[in-house]
């Protein structure tokens, strides 16, 4: 599928399989000059700039503003990106209680979202129902027919068995484990549906928007109810052989335990999960707590909140210390719910990885919290969305 756009098709002409090319170069790089363009695609400056007139004047492709970052001696080179009327994008990403879909362009670019909460776990048909209502909301907000639209992607928090397109284990999520989620999601819509794992999207758009520089070696961690890891390495995605790489939940930290979801005893999930530290820190308050009421808590500096999250830092950095002696990353990156929290968590990451990863791999890596908080889902379903679109 990635060589598409390469691969003359019967009956192209020179131009349009060129005009394909540059559309398939643009898509990757989301944002570039024609200079860039010309580098990725291997076409000729003149034809690129023939080319890109006739976008632009299609509207298909506008100049945008160069930023900051890209700043450099002389006058910025004007930079160009695909609009909606290239195609558009669509992405489902499901919590275990929440589900946000959004409307994006092939640039991986937001232009309309909805969120609503639910238990998503309680009634898979009731959820993927709900997705498919507000998939169609947006659309019609936005005045997009489902022609237009080139692909979806659905995000779910669990691991998934990628041949077979099924949740890829009996226990978690497992009001979901007889469906195959995209086929479900797709008979809703009418359209076709790609499925991926939620902290495997995160790590995409943490690549993609992260930071100012493209990180190529990076681990994207997801703590929430649940928590999960998505790996870049070498600049691609690793999904691992059948589609559960990354399930750093499912460790086991204390072997006598509690049982966890998965079926073993005290797995990381289990010491660390929100639902967990809610737990622990519920019988030094007289009134119920939810997680934000925690993140309330470690914000004003609360002594025991602070201690809890910090801790469960620290039995997460365990984990990821062996992660990094493995893969040896740049960046360690928090998202999910409790990154919310903060200092108390990375600094809690940050001194186990100081103290069981190997020296030169400790001092390589940094940790920081995500900068695209909860959004980081639903940027990367965007992303592989727009990705996955045939050329
Ligand atoms: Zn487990």
């Not at 879909?101 to 998503?120: C, F, K, Y």
Request: glycine share 12%; charged share 20%; with cysteine.
């Amino acid at each position: 599928m990635e060589t598409g756009p390469d691969v003359p098709r019967p009956g192209d002409t020179l131009r349009g399989f060129n005009r394909r090319r540059l559309l398939a170069g643009l898509r990757e790089l989301r944002v570039a000059s024609r200079a860039q363009l010309a580098e990725l695609t291997g076409l000729s400056a003149v034809t690129v700039s023939a080319l890109t007139a006739e976008l632009l004047r299609e509207e298909m492709v506008v100049t945008v503003e160069a930023t900051t970052a890209r700043r450099g001696v002389g006058r910025p080179a004007a930079l160009l990106a695909l609009t909606a009327r290239a195609g558009v994008t669509i992405g489902v990403a499901f919590g275990r209680r929440h589900v946000r879909v959004a409307v994006g362009d092939l640039s991986g670019r937001v232009t309309a979202q909805e969120r609503v909460d639910l238990d998503v776990d309680g009634s898979a048909g009731r959820a993927l129902d709900i997705a498919a209502g507000l998939v169609g909301a947006v659309l019609t907000r936005t005045g997009t027919p489902r022609t237009a639209v080139v692909g979806v992607v659905m995000g779910v928090p669990a691991p998934l068995n990628w041949r077979a397109g099924t949740i890829g284990s009996n226990n978690i999520l497992p009001g979901w484990v007889a469906l195959r989620p995209a086929v479900e999601l797709s008979s809703r819509l009418g359209l076709p549906v790609a499925l991926d794992n939620d902290a495997n999207l995160g790590a995409l758009a943490e690549r993609a928007y992260g930071s100012d520089h493209v990180i190529d070696d990076l681990i994207y961690l997801k703590v929430s109810t649940g928590i999960g890891a998505g790996l870049i390495l070498g600049g691609r995605l690793h999904r691992g052989s059948t589609g559960s790489a990354g399930e750093i939940g499912h460790i086991q930290i204390r072997p006598d335990g509690v049982v966890c979801r998965c079926g073993s005893r005290g797995c990381l999930e289990t010491l660390v999960s929100t639902t967990s530290i809610v737990d622990l820190l519920q019988p030094a308050h007289p009134r119920a707590l939810a997680i934000a009421d925690v993140i309330a808590l470690v914000a004003a500096e609360d002594p025991g909140a602070t201690r809890v999250v910090t801790e469960a830092g620290q039995m997460i950095g365990r984990a990821v210390a062996d992660l990094c002696n493995h893969l040896n990353p740049a960046e360690v990156i928090i998202g999910g719910e409790l990154s919310e929290s903060g200092t108390p968590l990375t600094a809690g990451i940050r001194s186990a990885i100081d103290r069981y990863a190997q020296p030169a791999t400790a001092r390589a890596v940094t940790v920081r919290t995500s900068t695209l908080g909860d959004r980081a889902e639903i940027l990367g379903a965007l992303l592989l969305a727009a990705q996955r679109a045939p050329a």
